[in-house]
């Protein structure tokens, strides 16, 4: 197994799926201006890609140890590179609805594949833990590579110039060159195959067994909940800086990178810190910083003039100060869902890993959802202020699932000694 080439493998797929799912706040800016379409149905675009996330993620994600996970990963970049081929020799909004589609079957591969392959690839909680925050953080600089690929193709004196659908021409070939770099990786995925022969068991009655887990729900809970606030800003942070703080759209685009940006880096100073602090201490941490940024920040927002010729160096402080809230955010999902996935054993890391996405699908849907009805009916500022009720209740959750973990390791212990007498 050449792990390094694997590792590899694993962070660019992921950083090439960043830029695409990610893409959904500039897309809906874009598509508002180029499609003539209104917020609610630019909206639908998180439907269309995560709707399929969830019902893929639930009808395959126990049988790709089977069929797979590097091969699953292939057969993911090559759907996304033939709709990618499709977005600029058929420009409409019906075929970016195709696009997100087809985005969101491949991830639902990928993500089960990836998470997956990083219980292959790794010995130990701690190692487990750290790998999965170095890949989640490059997942982030795919993100903040996003803002700049696509505001680079946007045509500043005319908005609503479909000249910024070339950029797919450049993710297609990005694709075509990660299937090439998996083509020739190798990985022993024997680990994965505990249940081959019975395939049925290790399917949907194998993820429903674990649904009904206290450990598992309280995790979902707490991974729904988390998707739900950073979908509510990642996917319209783009929108509301082009009306609340009256940026042109190519700026509002790179400066929603900051966001990924602070994102990053918070997930790999996270690794570090995880080092020295227990998991729940951190997280607590950050979701009460997130509140008080909030809280603090929006204000700013509040009557902001435009201006003819506005720059980086006369932008509005709240168009710097809010995408900080993504160094908070940040290390939540990945911690939680190492702390979920070290717990179980690895023949069950597919199917739960399937779980994973399916709730963080539903939870991406409904922050985008209920984020665009607030942001048309009132305004951005309301839209944003609506994310400290999740943030409320997470820090709910997150007390009943570190609960159920540290009863979880004491069972786990008493096992191993009745074992070892």
């Not at 996970?69 to 609805?97: D, H, K, N, Q």
Request: charged content about 10%; proline content about 5%; some cysteine.
């Amino acid at each position: 197994m050449n792990r390094f080439r694997m590792i590899t493998a694993l962070a660019l797929i992921y950083m090439v799926f960043a830029i695409l799912l990610n893409s959904v706040g500039t897309v809906i800016l874009q598509s508002i201006y180029t499609f003539g379409i209104d917020k609610p149905q630019a909206s639908l675009l998180e439907l269309f890609k995560d709707l399929p996330i969830a019902i893929t993620s639930f009808l395959v994600a126990s049988f790709l140890p089977l069929l797979g996970y590097r091969r699953a990963m292939m057969i993911a970049l090559g759907i996304v590179g033939c709709a990618c081929v499709l977005m600029p020799l058929y420009p409409s909004f019906r075929t970016t609805e195709l696009l997100f589609t087809c985005v969101g079957i491949s991830f639902a591969l990928t993500k089960v594949a990836v998470y997956s392959s990083i219980g292959l690839l790794t010995n130990s909680r701690s190692e487990h833990g750290r790998l999965t925050n170095t890949i989640e953080g490059l997942f982030m600089v795919g993100v903040l590579v996003a803002g700049w690929l696509f505001s680079a193709f946007v045509d500043r004196d005319a908005p609503a110039n479909p000249s910024w659908l070339n950029v797919y021409w450049v993710l297609a070939v990005i694709c075509v060159l990660v299937i090439a770099l998996l083509a020739t990786a190798r990985m022993d995925e024997s680990a994965a195959r505990a249940d081959e022969d019975q395939p049925m068991r290790g399917s949907l009655l194998e993820m429903l067994h674990l649904f009904l887990r206290p450990l598992v729900y309280v995790f979902l809970a707490s991974a729904f909940l988390y998707v739900l606030i950073e979908q509510s800003f990642s996917t319209w942070l783009p929108t509301f800086n082009n009306e609340i703080l009256k940026l042109p759209n190519a700026m509002s685009i790179q400066m929603a990178t900051i966001l990924a940006a602070a994102s990053a880096v918070g997930r790999i100073v996270a690794g570090q810190l995880l080092r020295r602090m227990r998991w729940y201490t951190l997280l607590n941490i950050c979701v009460v910083g997130m509140g008080l940024l909030v809280t603090l920040t929006l204000p700013l927002a509040q009557g902001v003039v435009a201006h003819a010729h506005v720059g980086w160096r006369d932008a509005p402080p709240a168009a710097y100060l809010i995408p900080l809230i993504g160094l908070l955010m940040a290390p939540i999902y990945p911690v939680i869902n190492s702390v979920a996935l070290s717990s179980l054993p690895k023949p069950s890391h597919a199917a739960m890993t399937g779980l994973i996405v399916i709730f963080s699908a539903l939870g991406g849907t409904l922050g985008s959802r209920i984020t665009a009805i607030v942001f048309s009916r009132f305004d951005g500022i309301h839209a944003f202020y609506f994310s400290l009720v999740p943030m409320s209740l997470i820090l709910i959750t997150l007390f009943l699932f570190k609960r159920e973990t540290d009863r979880h390791q004491v069972n786990v212990e008493a096992s191993i000694r009745i074992v070892a007498k």
